[in-house]
């Protein structure tokens, strides 16, 4: 079993930045995938960015490439996702997710999740 809990969510203005972290825990597989989703109401949930075990393979959404940025540290068994330059249209509860070896897109890749953290950015 897998465990994931973010953290770092909140209300900030246009413009502003936030810090998201997940921490995983429990069986969390060798050299796994880790990304983040988004989902605002009444849309389905979409993919933001993911990142390789090593760190070397990033992948971003368009809609937040230059702006968001994805990192992890291994020895903490946690990823992070630097968002900055963030927009109302960015506002979503924010999750993590997991899953062994290469990239996924789609949620129905990933097997664990994390509880999700709310994003809300004003205008």
């Known amino acids: 079993q897998v465990q994931l809990v973010e953290s770092g969510g909140g209300l900030v203005q246009a413009g502003g930045s936030l810090r998201l972290s997940c921490a995983a825990s429990?069986?969390?597989?060798?050299?796994?995938?880790m990304a983040w989703f988004r989902q605002s109401p009444g849309k389905e949930r979409e993919f933001v960015a993911g990142?390789?075990?090593?760190?070397?393979?990033?992948y971003y959404a368009d809609s937040v490439k230059g702006r968001f940025t994805i990192s992890r540290d291994n020895a903490k068994n946690t990823v992070y996702l630097q968002m900055n330059s963030l927009k109302p249209q960015d506002t979503a509860v924010y999750y993590c997710?997991?899953?062994?070896?290469?990239?996924?897109?789609?949620?129905?890749?990933?097997?664990?999740w994390g509880q999700g953290t709310q994003v809300t950015v004003s205008s």
């Open positions: 990142i390789s075990w090593t760190g070397t393979g990033t």
């Open positions: 997710a997991v899953r062994p070896y290469g990239p996924d897109f789609g949620r129905s890749g990933y097997d664990y």
């Open positions: 429990g069986r969390t597989f060798s050299r796994n995938f």
